[in-house]
């Protein structure tokens, strides 16, 4: 299994980017887990999560601002930010369970920079 994350790039304050996080391989053996960001010189931190049960939970700091939807068709995890700020500017990564072994998937990270 292979998750390939994109659509990062540099933005404006109150912009908007959408990311995407496309699984190949088996996919049928993997269940999202959400978004993870590192911004320079920061640990990596949770942006939004799903849980086994479906439910979602944002960070407080996206809340209201970010989105994540799916496209089982396409295999598909997006994250809509909206209203960008520059403290959003990270690395981010999708992320990724086996559905049956819990083993963890990580995208290869997709850059957004928010300039003030």
């Known amino acids: 299994v292979q998750l390939q994350a994109s659509g990062g790039g540099l933005v404006q304050a109150g912009g908007s980017l959408r990311l995407s996080c496309a699984a190949s391989g088996s996919t049928f053996s993997i269940t999202p887990r959400g978004w993870y960001r590192q911004a320079p010189g920061k640990q990596r931190e949770l942006v939004v999560f799903?849980?086994?049960?479906?439910?979602?939970t944002y960070a407080d700091s996206v809340k209201g601002r970010f989105t994540i939807s799916r496209d089982n068709a396409k295999n598909t995890v997006y994250l809509q930010m909206n209203n960008l700020k520059p403290e959003d500017t990270a690395v981010y990564y999708c992320?990724?369970?086996?559905?049956?072994?819990?083993?963890?998937?990580w995208g290869q990270g997709t850059l957004v920079t928010v300039s003030s």
């Open positions: 799903i849980s086994s049960g479906g439910t979602i």
């Open positions: 992320h990724a369970v086996g559905t049956s072994t819990g083993y963890p998937y």
